[in-house]
């Protein structure tokens, strides 16, 4: 080894010990996080991580807590139904991420006997389980040395580095890093939550605590002063944006209809207030699949709603159905009632907001 690649290999390792003895001393109880010196249990972190995609730890706690008190191993999440499974993922949103929960307890059960592989090829290849989940999972859970980089791993690279590059052109540069800082470190799993856990809690989006970071002397974005411009970003599109009506049916015991989505794709399988497709067009389509007698008013305010890849704008639009009236499918429930339904958190917003207004 040349003595600049010596040189480099000593500095890798003093980071690994700087970040590793700040873990040690700084490192945040979560439910599915084991305690020092004690084996993680592979199916709490495969579930955590699933969680955690796109959602933060303090909204996952309590979600992970009923899971795990519901369905306290993966053989008994496989054998529960899918219906269960999204009335308690309920209000966590992504909800393609539930499904494919289930389908990963089973295929974990069907082809591995109930224990999850350890090897991210084999973790690869499960369902919901995309090359971020599978590193960090097998590194977490099983101790091995897979670099698992997520927002927070990003931003401590792409300032510890002081790359200029916006993301998501940076990524594979920033992965590339991670993974030499990663490299050969003698304890894998600790390593993978310490690295991330810097990003959550000192190396934070804005104003990092750059005092309190066991890295600040060898940082490169501290010593130039940019580290809370970086990441750089490129600009990204507008969102374009889409619209429609969603329908409050109320009856004479202020119970209103729900109905199931039809259909595969967004909100596949859950329940919703009836509404219109969703569209581009500005106007919003008209009509609904109910009873002509229905008298529809619309409600003051529209809802609005941000997905991933659009915007959403729905009118409310609010009838009171008579005696006798029959509604072709779906059902009446009652507010209280909506905690056994998997509802997304779209449609909890419209019943809130149909509940607080006087309606029909
Ligand atoms: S010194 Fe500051 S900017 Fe650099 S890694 Fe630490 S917290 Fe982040």
Known sequence: MSSSKGSR??????????????????????????????????????????????????????????????????????????????????????????RNLHKCAQAVVRDFGGKFPSAVEDLIALPGIGPYTAAAVSSIAFNRPAVAVDGNVERVVSRFFAIEEPLPSSKEKIRAHASKLAADNPRPSDFTQAFMELGATVCSPKKPKC????????????????????????????????????????????????????????????????????TENAKAPEGHHHDARLRFKRLGADVRHSFTHFDLILEIWTAEAQKGFRPRKGKFVSAGDLENY???????????????????
């Not at 049916?249 to 329940?271: D, H, P, V």
């Not at 958190?345 to 029909?360: E, N």
């Open 211 to 278: 005092v309190s970071c066991p890295w600040q002397k060898s940082c490169a974005a501290h010593q130039s002063g940019i580290a809370e411009e970086l990441p750089r970003r490129s600009k990204s599109a507008q969102k374009p944006v889409r619209y429609g009506r969603v329908f409050w049916i109320q009856n004479k015991s202020q119970e209103f209809l729900i109905e199931k989505r039809a259909g595969k794709g967004l909100y596949e399988g859950l329940y919703q207030l009836p509404t219109t497709d969703w």
């Open 342 to 360: 998997a509802l997304p958190s779209l449609m909890h917003k419209v019943v809130r907001m149909c509940l607080g207004r006087k309606t029909a």
């Open 9 to 98: 290999a000593r500095h890798d390792k003093s980071l690994q010990e700087e970040l590793l003895a700040w873990f040690d001393r700084h490192r945040r109880a979560m439910p599915w996080r084991a305690a020092k010196g004690k084996t993680p249990d592979p199916y709490h972190v495969w579930l955590s991580e699933i969680m955690l995609q796109q959602t933060t730890v303090a909204a996952v706690g309590p979600y992970f807590i009923k899971f795990v008190s519901k369905w306290p191993t993966v053989k008994k999440l496989a054998a529960t139904d899918l219906d269960d499974v999204l009335a308690a993922w309920a209000g966590l949103g992504y909800y393609a991420r539930a």
